[in-house]
């Protein structure tokens, strides 16, 4: 089939990283790929930074990406893709989301948020930057952020054969299958 | 395709014990364990499954179960096999009768635990029959595999997982539930009463159980060769097993371990002779190394492999052939993201009231009010394990008394880690004429590892309604005067600030109840009816505000400072505790 691909999905707790990996992964399953998704629980869902790493190909060992490694990063907040850049691989891809999300020492003021993080990022390696939080806030539910940077993320994996609106149907609630879908299609559009 | 699932460890772990013909449960909630017990729920026409106040509690439930006949599981965290070990010992020498697994889950690096802890070395010490998942699909046919050999051998089987089995997800056939049953109870005393008489056989018979388990282990198919080039060899087990085959690749050669105590000394040896060099990947402790060179088979381990965190590809690959992948670096610098009290969060409050106080230790416990130890308010002195702030502090406190000091004690301790093992230590308080202050801080749920029940919450796993613990009357029951028993609502300062005062400056033991529904929490209907959780904002009157940032320092992630200093209206529950600090009135709460 192929080589084994990494996807790095980073962002901060609540942003909806595991849902849009969840899709990912189903997607990756159905298309007959042994996929492995790791991910952390616990404290780091109060206002830490997460991380969802998905693995697919003919055949996986390890579930966690290491430096270097990841073909595409989704960075779901602009500083989270700063963090995680040394896991990128060089020549690697990363999708990120135009929002900042200040961490306590920053808003307490006792740290700054490092200013012109999007154009260092875009110096180093081939980068899609958009405002994927206003994009779905334009669409009429912002919380379906997730679902446009996963858009734009499967437009860049290239995978047209996977049967990605189903893949939407069958993890989201009835009521938000549509808004997804197109939440879906305005993130592809972005790549 | 429709049988295959993709499924975290602790999903196929509690799949694996359903198809296995499960009949009883029992865990308290742990990261990285939580989740095994949450998934049998989903099962709950075929079995029964609870929380239990703590691990020993769970695992005596189990072992009861197990002998009155059904397939029976007990599931914690690696600390909370600790909490269960005084019964777990034991088990080994009674055996069981149904087959009895206890699902452990080690977290390698500490991602959300307070040590790190290798519990491979309690299957040595209890002589435990002990199974390694590498991944999902392990994960169930061990489970199930694990009830067999339980019943084979009569002994409970740990099955030991780690954070990376227990939350990855892959993929997962499934099968079908035998029904297995309850095998037939018969009174045997000399198995199950363990009265020295009765203990010394048991515990020499353990000597032949102990012999028949290793000769399986030398035989079984899940200690399996994978013979490739005759250069490298790994022995490995458990997620590490994925990492060396990432990055030692297909030229190697493996003895892939599934069951790890006993050992499969001979199957060792045979793999050993076959290659040039031997490796042994293993996270954390030298536990296979040690007993491998003990057997005078000369390997690689610790002298080259990081002996504590956790592993993975890029740490063994360096250690082991000292290449690093090229990476991508930036000059600058990701600000930490601690994770922090939410926004509207009942502890904050108490927190804030807290950290005022002078000439006072706070002994913490374990829960999101760990957090009360984060800046800005550092409200915290200790935190060592589940239940220990109360008895921590009354030891303090005495010490305090004795050297004429006048510092007093707090103790902050949750509902859920009150239920699991602070009722003891608050009859130490009180029997022994204690003087600390105890707070119990009951947000109405077990908050950190996810909102399980507790005993206070009033309803079970399965969702029944159930009976709640009266906190008040329990400190009653156990010694404590009514009238230094003090409730108080946390988001209101000057409540708190009063009870704190009034408990400290008295001379007997207190405990102030903190009651306030968690603010992630799906409130219940009894929590609708008891507190005010209509929806609100607090705003800050830029005209009015004169930037002293005394809400900031509330540590609210609502408050951002910069230029002006605003509230996030989205993250906002309107809680009022940064409105309560201003000084210049300058917060208002608006529908």
Redesign the interface.
């Known amino acids: 089939m192929s080589e084994t691909k990494n996807i790095l999905l980073v962002g901060v707790g609540g942003q909806g990283t595991i849902l849009a990996s969840k899709i990912l992964s189903a997607g990756l399953l159905e298309a007959g790929y042994d996929v492995k998704m790791s991910e952390i629980h616990g404290m780091s869902q109060r206002g830490g930074n997460v991380s969802t790493q998905i693995r697919f190909g003919e055949k996986v060992y390890s579930p966690i990406i290491g430096k270097g490694e990841a073909d595409i990063i989704v960075a779901f907040e602009t500083m989270e893709a700063l963090r995680w850049i040394s896991c990128l691989k060089v020549g690697g891809k990363m999708v990120i989301n135009d929002h900042e999300i200040p961490s306590v020492p920053i808003q307490m003021g006792v740290a700054e948020y490092p200013e012109g993080v999007l154009e260092e990022l875009a110096s180093k390696a081939d980068v899609s930057i958009f405002k994927a939080s206003q994009i779905a806030e334009e669409l009429g539910n912002p919380k379906t952020m997730n679902i446009v940077l996963l858009g734009a993320l499967v437009k860049a994996l290239n995978m047209p054969h996977i049967d990605w609106e189903k893949a939407i149907r069958d993890n989201v609630k009835k009521d938000f299958e549509d808004i997804n879908i197109q939440a879906f299609y305005a993130g592809a559009a972005q790549v | 395709?429709n049988n295959?699932h993709?499924l975290t460890g602790n999903e196929a772990v509690a799949r694996g014990a359903y198809e296995a013909g499960l009949m009883f449960a029992s865990a308290y909630p742990g990261?990285?364990s939580?989740e095994i017990l949450e998934t049998l729920a989903e099962y709950k026409d075929s079995l029964y499954c609870e929380w239990a106040p703590n691990e020993k509690v769970a695992l005596e439930a189990a072992i009861g179960a197990s002998i009155a006949g059904g397939r029976a599981l007990a599931a914690m965290k690696h600390v909370g096999v600790n909490v269960a070990a005084d019964p777990l010992f034991t088990a080994a020498y009674t055996g069981v009768n149904g087959g009895l697994v206890l699902a452990a889950a080690d977290d390698p690096g500490q991602?959300?635990s307070q040590n790190e802890q290798d519990n491979r070395n309690y299957a040595i010490a209890a002589r435990l029959l002990m199974l390694e998942p590498s991944?999902s699909q392990e994960a169930k046919d061990f489970t199930k595999l694990g009830f067999e050999l339980s019943e084979r051998f009569d002994m409970p089987v740990m099955l030991r997982l780690t954070?990376?089995v227990c939350?990855?997800?892959?993929?997962v056939e499934f099968e079908e539930r035998q029904e297995v049953g309850a095998k037939p109870y018969e009174k045997d005393i000399r198995k199950y009463v363990m009265v020295p008489a009765n203990a010394k056989v048991k515990r020499a018979h353990l000597e032949d159980v102990l012999r028949a388990m290793a000769e399986y282990s030398n035989t079984c198919e899940i200690n399996r060769e994978e013979i490739n080039g005759t250069e490298i060899g790994v022995i490995s087990a458990g997620?590490a097993y994925?990492?060396a085959?990432?990055v030692f690749g297909p030229e190697a050669s493996y003895l892939k371990l599934g069951m790890t105590y006993p050992m499969p000394l001979e199957k060792i040896k045979a793999f050993a002779s076959k290659v040039k060099k031997l490796y042994v990947i293993e996270e954390m402790d030298p536990y296979m190394e040690r007993q491998i060179k003990e057997a005078g088979i000369d390997c690689i381990g610790k002298d080259v492999i990081p002996a504590y965190d956790e592993l993975?590809?890029?740490i063994i690959?360096k250690a082991v052939f000292g290449e690093?992948?090229?990476?991508?670096?930036?000059?600058?610098?990701?600000?930490?993201?601690?994770?922090?009290?939410?926004a509207g969060c009942p502890h904050r409050g108490f927190f804030y009231a807290l950290s005022k106080k002078k000439n006072i230790m706070v002994t913490g416990d374990i829960g999101?009010y760990t957090?009360g130890a984060?800046?800005?308010l550092a409200a915290l002195d200790t935190t060592v394990c589940m239940g220990a702030s109360i008895s921590m502090g009354h030891g303090a406190a005495k010490v305090f008394r004795a050297s004429n000091s006048d510092k007093k004690v707090v103790a902050v301790i949750g509902d859920s880690t009150f239920f699991h093992s602070g009722i003891t230590s608050l009859i130490d308080v009180t029997y022994n004429k204690g003087v600390s202050v105890s707070v119990i801080l009951d947000n109405r749920i077990t908050g950190?590892?996810?909102h399980q029940q507790n005993p206070g919450t009033g309803l079970t796993l399965m969702g029944e309604p159930a009976v709640e613990v009266d906190i008040p009357m329990l400190c009653q029951a156990i010694g404590m005067k009514k009238e230094n028993i003090y409730t108080v609502n946390p988001l209101k300062l000057a409540e708190v600030d009063a009870a704190l005062d009034e408990a400290l400056a008295k001379d007997e033991p207190c405990v102030i109840i903190t009651k306030w529904p968690c603010v992630l929490k799906k409130f219940t209907q009894e929590d609708k009816s008891s507190f005010d959780l209509s929806p609100k904002k607090c705003v800050i009157d830029q005209e009015k505000c004169r930037k002293c940032?005394m809400c900031?320092?509330t540590?609210c992630?609502a408050?951002?400072?910069?230029d002006t200093i605003t509230i996030n209206r989205e993250s906002c529950t309107g809680c009022g505790v940064c409105a309560q600090v201003c000084p210049f009135d300058a917060i208002k709460e608006v529908k």
């Open positions: 395709m295959k993709l990261t990285p939580t991602h959300s991944d954070t990376r939350h990855s997800k892959s993929v997620v994925q990492y085959k990432d993975n590809t890029d690959r690093e992948a090229p990476t991508l670096s930036s000059d600058k610098t990701a600000v930490v993201r601690p994770p922090a009290m939410c999101c957090l984060a800046a800005p950190m590892t996810g940032k900031v320092k540590g992630p408050i951002y400072s910069g």
